[in-house]
């Protein structure tokens, strides 16, 4: 059995990821990522039990390091 990704987190970091369409409130508009350009050394980090079921946070689509606590 496998688990599902967290449809509220980045696959990535861990951190919320801002998804716009995992947010009841919001998920009749469009997602921020949908026009955001993801870097392409982002899109090799998502795990690919994640592709195309959560959405990176924007800090990882712009391929910038997590923020350290």
């Known amino acids: 059995m496998t ?3 967290d449809i509220n987190k980045c696959p990535i970091c861990g951190e919320p990821n801002q998804c716009g ?4 409130v ?3 508009r469009p997602c921020w990522c949908f026009t955001a ?3 392409p050394a982002a899109r090799d980090q998502i795990p690919d ?6 959405c990176i ?4 689509a712009r391929g910038e390091l997590p923020a350290k606590p």
């Open 3 to 5: 688990d599902s990704p």
């Open 21 to 24: 369409l995992a947010n009841p």
């Open 26 to 28: 919001t998920a009749t």
């Open 37 to 39: 350009e993801i870097a």
């Open 49 to 54: 039990d994640a592709l195309n079921k959560a």
């Open 57 to 60: 946070c924007p800090r990882c």
